[in-house]
């Protein structure tokens, strides 16, 4: 089974109202991703966490990481129709002194203009 | 751009086939890695290589090998394709400067009939 998984699975919201998205994961990570997918197009990062972080911001996004209930929560600020994609989280892992970066499974975000 | 190309973007084949997919990189990064998306799944990581020689097993190796004999090219091989297979392939580098981001190929989709 996978490492991560995402809820909600689908989540649309008007323009302009917040979007929350969640990710619990299974074992210890140096640190959790969040990654953006447009329709048909590869991956792109967002943001990144450390597992001795709590909670970091970036432009209209904040991320926390609860690490005692291995879950994290990706928060979109006044959503906008262009943030329209799926969103996924990643997280990373030693295997053997290896970073091993596994992904949950997604949560489609579609904002309404 | 992250310099990370894919080949074929699409191929089609027939159950029982040999199939190579190729991930070319221009950054010199040491971590490659390669993923299969599918509906409900989200991504799933197959191989990943920590240097030239050097891989490891993800979650879905079954039916899949890579070699990696130069930095810049990480190849995925599926010896004898069967419709499971049919998938839309992702590769990605891990951003070198310790950050632990990745950076995404637009993908190889894949339809094994």
């Known amino acids: 089974s996978q490492q991560g998984e995402e809820d909600p699975q689908a989540l649309s919201i008007q323009e302009g109202e917040n979007a929350t998205m969640n990710c619990s994961y299974k074992?210890?990570?140096?640190?959790l991703q969040w990654y953006r997918q447009n329709s048909g197009r590869g991956l792109v990062h967002l943001i990144l966490i450390r597992s001795n972080e709590r909670e970091k911001h970036s432009g209209r996004l904040r991320v926390t990481l609860d690490t005692s209930k291995k879950s994290s929560s990706l928060l979109i600020t006044a959503s906008r129709a262009a943030d329209t994609a799926s969103y996924f989280c990643?997280?990373?892992?030693?295997?053997?002194?290896?970073?091993?970066?596994?992904f949950g499974t997604g949560t489609k975000l579609q904002v309404i203009p | 751009d992250a310099g990370i190309t894919q080949s074929p973007r699409h191929k089609v084949t027939e159950t029982g086939t040999p199939v190579t997919l190729r991930c070319h990189q221009t950054?010199?990064?040491?971590?490659m890695y390669w993923y299969r998306q599918d509906p409900g799944h989200g991504l799933r990581l197959i191989h990943y290589s920590y240097g030239v020689k050097d891989t490891d097993k993800g979650e879905v190796s079954d039916g899949y090998s890579v070699s990696r004999s130069k930095t810049e090219d990480f190849l995925l091989t599926l010896e004898s394709a069967t419709s499971s297979q049919t998938s839309v392939y992702f590769c990605?580098?891990?951003?070198?400067?310790?950050?632990?981001?990745?950076?995404f190929g637009e993908g190889s989709r894949l339809t094994v009939l």
């Open positions: 990643a997280t990373e892992v030693d295997s053997g002194g290896y970073q091993k970066v596994t």
């Open positions: 950054e010199n990064h040491r971590y």
């Open positions: 074992t210890s990570i140096n640190n």
């Open positions: 990605a580098i891990r951003g070198g400067d310790g950050s632990g981001e990745l950076f």
